[in-house]
């Protein structure tokens, strides 16, 4: 049962630059959602994908968007990067109307670095 | 706005100590789900045991038990027979009900306990 895969692993960008990360879901879920952690800290909820569209949004400006494909799977993009979005991205998914929807299962993360 | 807080920044224990982890919540929900995930060094979070806010008693899995009182809004979570395995950042969460909806929406994370089990 294959788990909720992320790439890439590590990345390093500089200020201005834009990003793209991917998920893909735990095999029989349909729901993405997005998390950053910065260091030291828990992590924030960015935004949750279902259908295609994004369903719920957390406290994050416009520079991060996401997209959601036919198969499920995820991406994230951030555009002008700035220092402060150095964290790791998570990667979580469920089953929208399933059993045991109410539980997220994570990702391995991607560590984004930003000089 | 929902919240949640571990007063417990970082705990040092030693092998085959138990070891309890504190969590406070604060939410207007009437359903909602807590939580508890273990993060390791690796970084990937892991679940570990879910418990609705219908359902207030007190379980035990193997070496974890938990005890949720919702008087208090408070989901402790204790490790029985610590082992250095053991030893990972502990975050307590919160999941809201999308309103109107069927489905559990985004979940609020406290700030983490660093646990250190020593040989």
């Known amino acids: 049962d294959a788990g909720v895969t992320q790439s890439p692993t590590h990345l390093i960008k500089t200020r201005g630059q834009q990003v793209t990360l991917r998920c893909s879901p735990k095999?029989?879920?349909?729901?993405v959602s997005w998390y950053q952690q910065a260091l030291g800290q828990g992590p924030q909820f960015i935004f949750q994908?279902?259908?295609?569209?994004?369903?719920q949004r957390g406290n994050f400006p416009d520079r991060f968007s996401g997209h959601q494909f036919p198969n499920y799977s995820s991406e994230l993009n951030v555009n002008a990067l700035l220092l402060g979005d150095s964290a790791l991205y998570l990667c979580a998914s469920t089953n929208y109307l399933g059993q045991s929807q109410e539980t997220q299962y994570f990702g391995p993360g991607t560590r984004l670095l930003v000089l | 706005a929902q919240k949640v807080t571990q007063a417990q920044t970082e705990i040092s224990v030693v092998e085959k100590e138990d070891v309890t982890l504190d969590c406070v919540y604060e939410t207007r929900d009437t359903t909602y789900y807590l939580f508890w995930y273990k993060q390791p060094p690796s970084g990937e979070l892991v679940f570990l045991i879910r418990?609705?806010?219908?359902?207030?008693q007190n379980e035990i899995s193997g070496r974890y038990s938990w005890n949720f009182q919702k008087s208090t809004s408070s989901f402790n979570f204790t490790i029985t027979a610590s082992q250095v395995v053991d030893s990972a950042v502990y975050f307590c969460a919160l999941s809201d009900y999308n309103a109107g909806g069927t489905s559990y929406g985004k979940l609020t994370f406290g700030q983490g306990t660093i646990l250190t089990v020593h040989p």
């Open positions: 095999s029989g879920h349909d729901t």
């Open positions: 994908y279902y259908e295609e569209e994004e369903r």
């Open positions: 418990r609705n806010s219908f359902d207030e």
